[in-house]
């Protein structure tokens, strides 16, 4: 980052912040159209990504997986449910726990968006090594921002 000196640490451009915030606002527009055809938002793809990975997971499993807060995704839960796609049950162990599993639909839907990752890579105009590294790097960023947060 620039030097205080110049003034120029407050510069909107000069913000990493700003470009993390404004690359994910485009990307998930890129994946919008992608995943109109499956009928889903973001979120509700970002949620059976979790599922086709460990189907029977908790409400609270998926909420952390996807650093959320579960009432921010009961209304996607919600609607996932609403159209076919899982079901919610309460744990046998636990009643108030919420378990979710996919339903027919729901499983049969990953393939159906088994290409959405290509389209990602292919409009990156990089190498999926470059975008592998991409990855990896943000990771250790977001990792080490969580290590640090009070």
Do not use: H
Not at 20 to 25: E, Q
Not at 73 to 79: A, D, G, H, I, W
């Amino acid at each position: 980052m620039a030097s205080q000196e110049t003034g120029s640490d407050l510069q909107l451009d000069n913000q990493l912040c700003f470009t993390l915030y404004t690359t994910s606002l485009l990307m998930t527009k890129f994946y919008k159209p992608l995943l109109k055809g499956l009928g889903l938002t973001y979120p509700q793809y970002l949620v059976l990504l979790t599922l086709w990975q460990e189907d029977g997971q908790s409400a609270g499993a998926i909420s952390r997986r996807l650093m959320t807060d579960t009432g921010s995704l009961t209304p996607v839960f919600k609607r996932l449910e609403a159209d076919g796609l899982l079901k919610r049950v309460r744990s046998r162990r636990d009643e108030r726990v919420v378990e979710l599993f996919l339903t027919e639909r729901g499983r049969a839907m990953q393939s159906q968006a088994e290409e959405i990752p290509d389209c990602v890579v292919m409009a990156s105009g990089q190498s999926p090594d470059e975008l592998v590294e991409l990855k990896a790097r943000l990771e250790m960023l977001r990792d080490r921002l969580e290590e640090a947060m009070p």
